[in-house]
Structures are given as structure tokens and as C-alpha cells.
């Protein structure tokens, strides 16, 4: 299992709008296609107007294909429009969970690992 953190820095006051696209149409496109997210964040200390997220996948291949699929989505292309002028910045860190991790001992298919 392999987790992909993606960071992203808002530019300041747009947290609320953003926020609500997410909610509105973002995750719901996302979740059934990427699969396992283990949390979706925003930051209240530490450099602030950065929202978090984490997603599992079994390996890297998972997550490359995956993530084509979500890049192909028609839905995903006109959403992703929307939220572009939100971000400052992104960053993206694959996370290997080490064996005694509570993540590894979530099946994959526990629905509150989704």
C-alpha cells in the first residue's frame, strides 16, 4: 500500500469557496474513481490556507492508473477548471506506511477506509 498526500496552497480567503466546490461536485467524482480516501484536511496552525488530503492505493501502478482514469473524466476536466485559480501551489509526497500502522490494518475494502 502506498499513500499519495496531495498539498495544496490557497490563495488567502478562498478556503471557503474552494471548500464548497469540493463538497458540491469535486469528491464525488473523485471518490469512486481513485478509490480509498484516508482524509481531506485543511491546515489551523503552520502555514495556513492549505488544504490536505490523503489517498490510498495498493501500489503505484494503482494509483498511476487510477489517476488517468480520473484525468480522462470529462466531469473531472470541467471541475478541475473551476478550482485552478484557488491554488498558489501543489505539492505531491507518496507516504510508505510502515507494517504497524493502523492503515495496513484496514481491509481495502472497509468502508470507512473510503
Do not use: C
Not at 21 to 40: F, H, K, N, S, T
Amino acid at each position: 500500500m502506498i499513500i499519495e498526500e496531495r498539498t495544496y496552497d490557497l490563495a488567502p480567503g478562498r478556503l471557503p469557496a474552494y471548500v464548497a466546490l469540493v463538497q458540491e461536485e469535486g469528491i464525488a467524482i473523485q471518490r469512486p474513481i481513485l478509490g480509498r480516501l484516508v482524509g481531506y484536511f485543511h491546515t489551523e496552525l503552520g502555514p495556513l490556507n492549505q488544504i490536505v488530503h490523503l489517498w490510498a492505493y495498493e501500489s503505484f501502478r494503482d494509483r498511476a492508473e487510477r489517476r488517468a482514469r480520473l484525468a480522462a473524466d470529462p466531469r473531472w476536466n470541467v471541475y478541475a477548471a473551476k478550482v485552478r485559480g484557488f491554488s498558489l501551489r501543489q505539492q505531491s509526497r507518496i507516504l510508505l506506511p510502515m507494517s504497524f500502522s493502523p492503515l495496513q490494518e484496514l481491509p481495502a475494502d472497509d468502508p470507512q477506509a473510503r
